[in-house]
């Protein structure tokens, strides 16, 4: 069976946002393991300057990189990410599945990733060019990996 981690910083708050995690993790569950780690969303003061910008994201990427082991396949979740399409994200589950490799995904901060997770990443994938709220984003990514699974499964899904 499928394993997959989500590092992820910051919790749920809003109720709509939890409904729909505990819904696709509860449709998740006869495709793959997933399990979810999150890490606090430091506080930054609203009018930061680059060295208060960069100290959070240093102390994030830090609480992230206790989460990662080194057999984890890890992807990073950036903006200027590779962009796969469904079946290519559909293709990247199955390998991880054939190979019983677990598979780790991060979802940074409202200011992003470290460096030095980024050059951890074995794959930086990016799923837009926009930016998403890293809260609401938690709930794309686990849509992208319930659809990437009924793919593989030769299932029907919504288009």
Known sequence: MLQIKIIAVGK????YLLAAQAEYLKRLKPYAKVEIRETPDLPCPE????????????????MILRHI??????????????????????GLLREREVLSAPLTLVIGGSMGLTAEVLQKADLRLSFSKLTFPHQLFRVILLEQI??????????????
């Open 146 to 159: 319930y659809r990437a699974c009924k793919i593989n499964r030769g299932e029907k899904y919504h288009k």
């Open 69 to 90: 082991q080194e057999h984890d396949y890890l992807i990073a979740l950036d903006r200027n990410g590779k962009q796969l399409d469904s079946l290519e994200f559909a």
């Open 47 to 62: 009018r930061y300057s680059p060295a208060q910008e960069e100290q959070v994201i240093k102390a994030e990427g830090e």
């Open 12 to 15: 749920l708050k809003e109720k």
